[in-house]
């Protein structure tokens, strides 16, 4: 698959580098072409630095890997090459640090659909860090890393699940667009806790346990 990816910092590299090494074709666009170029050649796999518009319009599969406060001016710049396209959305809007976690905008992605509004928007990888998706490491207490999904077109979505496939995840469909807000505040309530020293995983037991029933009742 041809993949465009916006934006030349860590998540670019984390997953450009994975699915480079599943066999994408990957340009990575950034204002700062050399910039672009150096992310790029970290990737390897014959991935390309270029221009935004070049990237944008390079994908039949977007990221936008960028922070929130860059989206508006690359969306009215090029937001018009993503009409019918699939354009993954893995930002949160972490507020500026007060000694707390919490968000900047509600529902990052819902915007990108209203500024966009014939693209297929996806809502993935916004759950870990860069560090995680760069990691080989898949399975965590035997069970392979989740990756959710939100979305209203069922084969941007479906796109989007085998791309997270190639990169050993296991993806699941959490929703349409509207639930993607609910992605972006357990993010920054789970980081909060991380950031804390606290297990955010030790929140849930497992799925067999979700609906137990306690003996005698």
């Known amino acids: 698959m041809r993949i465009g ?31 672009a170029e150096q992310t790029a050649a970290a990737v390897g796999h014959g991935a390309r630095g270029a221009t935004i518009a070049a990237a944008a319009a390079w994908g039949e599969a977007t990221l936008l890997a960028l922070p929130v406060s860059a989206l508006t001016d690359v969306l009215s710049e090029v937001g018009v090459v993503f009409t019918g396209h699939t354009l993954i959305d893995c930002a949160n809007a972490f507020a500026p ?9 509600d529902a990052v992605a819902e915007r990108i659909a209203a500024t966009v509004p014939g693209a297929h928007v996806v809502k993935a990888f916004n759950l870990c860090a860069a560090e995680v998706w760069a990691s080989p490491q898949r399975e965590f ?19 989007v699940a085998a791309l997270a496939e190639d990169l050993k995840l296991r993806p699941v469909h959490a929703g349409g667009l509207r639930q993607a807000r ?8 789970a980081v909060g806790l991380w950031f804390g020293g606290h297990d955010a995983r030790a929140m849930f037991p497992p799925l067999e346990a979700a609906f137990a029933v306690p003996d005698g009742e």
């Open 97 to 105: 640090d007060s000694g707390g976690f919490t968000l900047s905008e």
């Open 5 to 35: 990816i916006i934006g030349a910092g860590q998540m670019a590299r984390a997953l450009g580098g994975g699915w480079a090494a599943a066999g994408h074709e990957i340009v990575i666009g950034a204002r700062d072409i050399a910039r």
């Open 141 to 159: 207490e035997g069970r392979t890393l989740m990756v959710p999904l939100c979305g209203d077109d069922a084969a941007a979505v479906a796109r």
């Open 182 to 189: 609910y992605l972006e505040a357990a993010s920054v309530f």
